[in-house]
């Protein structure tokens, strides 16, 4: 049990443009979910915590307005990276819990490819 | 924000020794997490620690929660070659708004020699 997945698992676009990420979770409902980063041979750090039906909590120093993050339902969040830049290549990790003082799953991460 | 303090950041061992790695924080957490990485994959959890003092264990890998609620470790006993990877411990306070996200260390990275 306690499965999440995320889609696209890569991805490679050109500067400019725009890219959504999906994480769901597979067998439970998650109330919450949290957007990570992790760049490479670096720890993971959290941008966002997203509750189902209401608006997401950025972390200090990421742009609500670049990361668009939406959970409209119990099973899906979604980061939209919007007008990608090089330096937005990383890999970008979800997390679900089905409740407060629940373990948080981990997707297994997309791999985001600004060129 | 909080930082985590996680030794060491490397380790060679041979296969078959034990393997001792510690994360510090200098303010408390609720819960104390173990995660492995693999390359291009995400964290799987390891162990999890709720209780100041707890001490827990998953097959060869014994966590502790430390009496301070600051601190951690995890050990690995008779390490085996697929041992190998990225070990991340991880924090996690609750705040009166509810669920917070963790806070990671920066890992410690296993490599065993067979």
């Known amino acids: 049990g306690a499965v999440v997945s995320q889609h696209p698992s890569r991805v490679i676009c050109k500067s400019g443009t725009s890219v959504k990420i999906e994480c769901r979770s597979l067998?439970?409902?998650?109330?919450?979910m949290f957007w990570y980063r992790q760049f490479p041979k670096k720890s993971l750090m959290l941008m966002a915590t997203?509750?189902?039906?209401?608006?997401?909590?950025?972390e200090q120093g990421v742009e609500k307005d670049k990361f668009l993050i939406n959970h409209a339902s119990l099973t899906l969040s979604t980061l939209t990276v919007t007008s990608a830049h090089p330096e937005d290549s990383s890999f970008y990790i979800c997390?679900?819990?089905?409740?407060?003082?629940?373990?948080?799953?981990f997707g297994p991460g997309t791999r985001l490819l600004v060129l | 924000g909080q930082q985590l303090n996680q030794s060491p950041q490397s380790m060679f061992i041979q296969e078959g020794e034990d393997v001792s790695m510690n994360c510090t924080s200098s303010?408390?957490?609720?819960?104390w997490l173990w995660y492995k990485q693999e390359p291009g994959e995400g964290p799987v959890l390891l162990i999890a620690?709720?209780?100041?003092?707890e001490l827990t264990s998953n097959g060869r890998l014994t966590a502790q929660f430390g009496i301070t609620r600051k601190d951690s470790f995890l050990n690995i006993s008779a390490s085996i070659p697929s041992d190998v990877g990225i070990y991340f411990c991880?924090?996690?306070?609750?705040?009166?708004?509810?669920?917070?996200?963790?806070?990671f260390g920066k890992g410690t990275h296993l490599i065993i020699q067979p």
């Open positions: 997390s679900a819990r089905e409740g407060a003082g629940e373990t948080q799953y």
């Open positions: 067998d439970f409902q998650a109330t919450t």
């Open positions: 997203s509750n189902e039906g209401s608006k997401a909590t950025y």
């Open positions: 303010s408390i957490f609720n819960t």
């Open positions: 620690l709720y209780k100041a003092g």
């Open positions: 991880a924090g996690e306070l609750y705040s009166g708004g509810g669920a917070d996200g963790l806070t």
